[in-house]
């Protein structure tokens, strides 16, 4: 009995230690970090951390570079006064890492060109930056409640991104619930209201990050492969995720969602896969609609599109991780005509940027690996924004409310 207790704590403890040790090592010579945990909302006070300055690169070298400027409120871009002054109008942009303006400095983003477009145009406006990464729908609603509606906008533009269906489907795992069912915010350490201890080493341990990232997703992966073609697939240089992704035999819908990030730009391919999971996003946006309604408030609805719909060359490099084809321009809109059928459906104002890009001269409106949009896309968005009838007709309408 002495020996089996002794081998058994001995055996703990070489696990502990080797934890350990691996801790140290990785907290000292860990990885490089991805450029969007550095933008992902941490805190349920507030979307970033205030007075914080965010030096964002590309993952892969040479890219981009920018620096983001956070606010005294743990928004991007300049101060602002809490208490509205009379006689300003003010706009809430939210939205995920796209609004927030990767890639971008602070006058090149979204927010800060509409801003710029409506004090140039005899507006007094104040176009507040509410974009954070990886936020969706159910965290906008979310921060909508918490955080946002305290500055009293007089408009909300919401910017719906195609990761948005993905990103509502993850979050509200993690989602957390009153007594009365109503969500109240989320937990990271959460799975599917239980605390998951293995999400909760990773959390913590920048080892146990390693290990999930480099050894446990590697055996997930082949188990849904096969060894086989998990090895093939290396050796072509393809990546296993996108064989996953493209698989005519991987049927879960579990796994779908749980790889594909992108799934809402598959179009009529993943149909059925996109309208069932549509059904959690539509009804997160009609939460919003009537928590704007409540307070008068007008909610717009835009939508822009990834590069793979502007032309065959943009984004190109990245294309391959997510299993898209290379040089090809995707001309299934579905997604965007999902969208624009629920925001007719419950009267809600909706822009559709796509064509402000088509309309334009080929220059780099995404970059070549990282996605996100160059400097020159973020203009397009904004430009197809603050010329379109429709929110000028908002505006007009919020501008006469401010005015009396």
């Not at 070298?61 to 009379?86: I, L, P, S």
Request: hydrophobic share 40%; aromatic share 14%.
């Amino acid at each position: 009995m002495k020996q089996l207790l002794f081998k058994v704590s001995a055996l703990v403890l070489g696990v502990v230690i080797f934890f350990a040790i691996g801790e140290v090592c990785f907290r000292i010579f860990r990885p490089s970090v991805n450029p969007l945990t550095e933008i992902v909302q941490v805190n349920p006070e507030y979307l970033l951390i205030p007075h914080s300055v965010k030096n964002g690169v590309s993952s892969v070298e040479g890219e981009f570079k920018y620096t983001a400027h956070v606010n005294a409120f743990g928004y991007r871009g300049k101060d602002f006064k809490a208490v509205k002054e009379q006689g300003v109008l003010r706009v809430f942009a939210v939205g995920d890492s796209f609004t927030f303006g990767v890639g971008a400095e602070d006058d090149q983003t979204i927010p800060s060109l509409i801003e710029h477009y409506l004090n140039s145009h005899n507006f007094k406006a104040e176009v507040i930056n509410a974009g954070a990464g990886h936020t969706s729908p159910i965290t906008h609603y979310v921060n909508l409640r918490s955080i946002h509606m305290k500055y009293r906008p007089d408009v909300v533009l919401l910017l719906f991104d195609l990761t948005d269906l993905g990103d509502d489907w993850r979050q509200e795992q993690t989602a957390v619930y009153d007594k009365k069912g109503e969500l109240i915010g989320f937990h990271p350490m959460y799975k599917n209201g239980k605390r998951d201890w293995w999400i909760t080493c990773v959390h913590f341990s920048e080892f146990c990050k390693w290990i999930n990232n480099k050894i446990v997703r590697s055996f997930k992966k082949i188990k849904l492969l096969g060894f086989k073609s998990y090895v093939k697939a290396i050796q072509e240089g393809k990546r296993a995720k996108a064989e996953i992704i493209n698989s005519s035999e991987i049927t879960s819908e579990e796994v779908q969602m749980e790889y594909d990030g992108l799934v809402m730009l598959r179009g009529r391919e993943k149909k059925a896969l996109i309208d069932k999971n549509w059904t959690r996003t539509a009804g997160y946006l009609t939460k919003i609609k009537t928590l704007l309604e409540a307070q008068g408030i007008p909610l717009m609805i835009v939508m822009y599109p990834h590069g793979i719909y502007v032309g065959k060359d943009q984004w190109n490099e990245g294309r391959r991780t997510w299993g898209f084809e290379q040089g090809k321009l995707y001309t299934d809109f579905y997604p965007f005509e999902l969208v624009e059928g629920y925001a007719q459906e419950q009267g809600i104002p909706f822009i559709n940027t796509l064509d402000s890009f088509l309309q334009q001269k080929e220059q780099k409106f995404f970059y070549d690996w990282d996605g996100h949009m160059t400097p020159a896309g973020y203009a397009v968005v904004a430009d197809g924004i603050v010329t379109s009838p429709v929110f000028q007709h908002v505006l007009a309408e919020a501008w006469g409310r401010v005015e009396k």
